[in-house]
């Protein structure tokens, strides 16, 4: 069964610096585009950044561009995301997810979720 289990989130304060992990099991991991998604209270889920499945090409929100970082190590079948600068408006729960899609943004596109960590920026 394939289990994608965030780990990093937490409370830190406006201009700190957080990084989530994601373990994947029971996944061929190297043929799956990933992303990190956020969702903030009322409203709805979100694309933070996503990776190729060689990690050659990222992808950003406007929101975060410059300040995250979406990295991979498919020998770990790990993938990161190094978040800096953090605003109050970050604060969300976090989602790593799995695509066979190449091209994959939209959330409908992932085909596997992990079940997300918090994090809590404070002003």
């Known amino acids: 069964q394939v289990q994608l289990v965030e780990s990093g989130g937490g409370l830190v304060q406006a201009g700190g610096s957080l990084r989530l992990s994601c373990a994947a099991s029971a996944l061929a991991f190297s043929v799956y585009a990933l992303g990190w998604f956020r969702q903030a209270p009322g409203k709805e889920r979100e694309v933070v950044a996503r990776i190729s499945r060689s990690g050659a090409v990222t992808y950003y929100a406007d929101s975060v561009k410059g300040r995250f970082t979406i990295s991979r190590d498919n020998a770990k079948n790990m993938v990161y995301l190094q978040m800096n600068s953090l605003k109050p408006e970050d604060t969300a729960v976090y989602y790593c997810?799995?695509?066979?899609?190449?091209?994959?943004?939209?959330?409908?596109?992932?085909?596997?979720w992990g079940q997300g960590t918090e994090v809590t920026v404070s002003s």
């Open positions: 997810a799995a695509a066979r899609q190449i091209s994959a943004i939209l959330p409908r596109e992932y085909d596997y």
